[in-house]
Each structure stands twice: as structure tokens, then as C-alpha cells.
């Protein structure tokens, strides 16, 4: 399975700790990872309170808190893994996507670390991050064995949409990705339309369990043949909904237009990832990223899907630095050793990783 990177089981290297370290966008997370697999601390700061006054991420903020929560995260994260940086082979930091703001804290306090201890620093790419959530270890596993290849892999989040073909470790082929919104992002511009908290993924979750799917039926983007997504579409066909439903004088019907958008984005994602499955001969699927925590998601692919489906536990879903230090590992393994002077990556795409 591994021959073409050559990573051979961990056993016979002896034990890789990575400590990781996340900050790309309004999450503040280190964690301490063994082999990729084992989580020894995993602690994460939320901003979402924060941010949820301005209905988004204010990029300004993030990166200031950022700087506030980094070095106390830090500390807890190896209190809780009862180790020093003394016992850390490494250090792996997102290096992007993501807010160049927030990535730059997270880059700096991971190199200042490495000098001061000459620890080797890898940098990650946050998506690459999501996919290897499935191979850390959590009792709530969907599948009870690593993930095979060849893959297909759904990566939704805040800020992107990608199905990608994973031949091998780190291998990968971008098969698709989104024209416009990212699939959180819809959820989250369309919570912001029904009046509903952000981040919108939550939100349009809890409006949708009391609210009928077939009330509304907003359109789903196929773009043909084609593996990209589009949600522009059907964030303008809920906003036409809404004007028109407010000039009668009847409450706005939130909860069945935040159920009938959930349908139109769930149906798209999962029809289109198992199409792919087919398509590529693939042995497994998995998803990640934060709208991977949605129940209705989880449900259909579980439901629908002939192909074992990994899906991560939901604390793994959103962003964290535990998969930091996961995918590091695999980066470490094929000896990826980073200059203390590597930028960050804003716009880095999964499929420029060699
Ligand atoms: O992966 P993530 O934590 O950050 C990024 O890398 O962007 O994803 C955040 C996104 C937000 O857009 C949020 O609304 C969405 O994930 N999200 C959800 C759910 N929980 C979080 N979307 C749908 N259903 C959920 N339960
Ligand atoms: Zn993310």
C-alpha cells in the first residue's frame, strides 16, 4: 500500500511526537500526535463567540487573538500530554490555506520554538490536515481500520469544497472543487439570510431538524459532468425565496427553508463523492472539514454509500491541531524538513502538494 513513498510501519523507527500547531483561521489549536495516529493532548481555543458579533471571521481580530491564546494553548497542550518539548521530534504548523493573518502567528511562534530548541518544523497544508483526521485514533471511528487507497475524499469547509482522488500517502489528484461559495460558506451566508446565529452550519442544522426538506425545492448545481461544485446558485434562489415570502404578511418559514437548503447542498455533495467512488474504482471514502459534522451528511453518506465511509468523530470535524500533527507525521516520514524561513501559503491548493 505504501511502497511507492516507501513509509513503513512506525514500530520499526520507533515513535515520531509531533507537536501541532493551527491557526489559519478563528481556531487556536495545539495538540501532541504519536505516529499520526495517537493523540496525546488535543486543545483548541474557539473564536466564534468572538467573531459571531460581526456575523463572520474579522480577519484583524482572529489574528490579534491569535496572538493573545497561542503560547497559553501551547502550554496546555503538552500539560495535557504530560511532556516537555524536550520529549517532541518535531513541530508541524499550518503553513495554508487560510487567513494570512492567522497563519503568520501560528508560522512565527512554531519557528521560535524550533530555534530555541532545534526542533525540525514541517509545514502543512490545512486540507491535506482534514483528510489525515481519519487516521488518528478516536473510538468514534465509522470504519475500524485506516483508510485504503484509492480514495475519493470530500473536503467541506468554511472555506473550501474539494473531491480529490488520494492514490497513495500524500498523493493526491484534484478531481473537483467549488466555482463560487464553499459548501460551509453557503451554510453560513444562508443562515445569515434566515436570521439565524453565526457560524451557520450549526444553525441551519437545528432550524432543518424542525423543518420539511420538500417545502421548498431550490435547485441543485450538476454542472454536467463535471467533479466542481457551485452554491451561488442556490444561496440566490433561497434570497429570492426570502423577499418574496416578506412581503406577505406571514412569519418567515425558517426552519423549512433552512431544511429544503440543507437538502439541495446534501444531495449535491453526496451524489457527486459516490459518483466518484464508482468512477475511480475506489476503496474507501472519506470526508472531512466542518461541514463533515452536519447529521444529515453523516447520515446519507452512511445510508447511501456502498464504499466504507470514514468519517471523522465531530471534535475532529472542525478545524484542530491534532490532524496538524497527523498529517506532519507523514510529511516527517518521507523526511519533509522546512527552512526556519517558509512563508505562508494563503491560496496553497491541495493539488500543488508534492
Ligand atoms: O473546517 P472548518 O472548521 O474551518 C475551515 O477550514 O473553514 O469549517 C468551518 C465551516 C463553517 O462554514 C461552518 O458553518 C461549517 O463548517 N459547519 C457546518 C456544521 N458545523 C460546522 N456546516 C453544516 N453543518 C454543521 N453541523
Ligand atoms: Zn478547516
Known amino acids: 500500500m505504501n511502497d511507492k513513498l516507501n513509509i513503513s510501519p512506525p514500530s520499526q523507527e520507533g515513535t515520531v511526537r509531533l507537536l501541532g500547531i493551527e491557526t489559519s483561521c478563528d481556531e487556536t489549536a495545539a495538540a501532541v500526535v504519536e505516529d499520526g495516529k495517537k493523540m496525546l493532548s488535543n486543545v483548541v481555543a474557539s473564536q466564534v ?3 459571531a458579533q460581526y456575523g463572520g471571521v474579522f480577519p484583524e481580530v482572529a489574528s ?3 496572538v493573545i491564546t497561542i503560547y497559553p494553548i501551547l502550554e496546555q497542550a503538552l500539560q495535557q500530554a504530560h511532556i516537555t518539548l524536550e520529549d517532541v521530534d518535531g513541530i508541524a504548523v499550518t503553513r495554508g490555506p487560510g487567513l494570512a493573518g492567522s497563519l503568520v502567528v501560528g508560522l512565527n511562534t512554531a519557528k521560535g520554538i524550533a530555534l530555541a530548541n532545534q526542533l525540525p518544523i514541517i509545514g502543512v497544508n490545512h486540507l491535506e490536515a482534514h483528510i489525515y483526521s481519519a487516521w488518528l485514533d478516536s473510538t468514534e471511528q465509522t470504519v475500524e481500520r485506516d ?5 475519493i475524499a470530500l473536503i467541506v469547509s468554511g472555506g473550501h469544497s474539494e473531491l ?3 492514490t497513495d500517502h500524500l498523493t493526491y489528484q484534484r478531481l ?3 466555482l463560487d461559495d464553499a459548501a460551509g460558506e453557503a451554510f453560513d451566508k444562508v443562515a445569515r439570510l434566515l ?3 453565526y457560524p451557520g452550519g450549526p444553525a441551519i442544522q437545528q432550524a432543518a431538524e424542525s423543518g420539511n426538506e420538500r417545502a421548498f425545492s431550490f435547485p441543485r448545481s450538476w454542472l454536467n459532468d463535471s467533479w466542481d461544485f457551485s452554491f451561488s446558485g442556490l444561496k440566490t434562489a433561497v ?3 426570502v423577499r418574496r415570502l416578506e412581503k406577505t404578511d406571514l412569519p418567515l418559514p425558517v426552519n423549512d427553508l433552512a431544511a429544503s437548503f440543507q437538502a439541495a447542498v446534501i444531495e449535491v455533495l453526496v451524489t457527486k463523492t459516490l459518483r466518484a467512488a464508482k468512477e475511480f474504482n475506489a476503496e474507501d471514502i472519506l470526508i472531512a472539514g466542518g461541514v463533515s459534522a452536519n447529521t444529515s451528511l453523516r447520515q446519507q453518506f452512511l445510508e447511501l454509500s456502498e464504499f466504507p465511509v470514514h468519517i471523522p468523530p465531530l471534535s475532529l470535524c472542525t478545524d484542530n491541531a491534532a490532524m496538524i500533527a497527523g498529517a506532519g507525521y507523514y510529511r516527517y516520514r518521507v523526511g519533509q524538513r522546512d527552512d526556519l524561513d517558509i512563508d505562508a501559503l494563503p491560496n ?3 493539488s500543488e502538494l508534492v
Open 164 to 166: 480529490v482522488l488520494m
Open 176 to 178: 473537483g472543487s467549488t
Open 49 to 51: 463567540d468572538i467573531h
Open 195 to 197: 436570521g439565524l446565529e
Open 239 to 241: 434570497l429570492r425565496e
Open 64 to 66: 490579534r487573538q491569535h
Open 147 to 151: 483508510p485504503k487507497f484509492p480514495l
Open 348 to 350: 496553497w491548493p491541495i
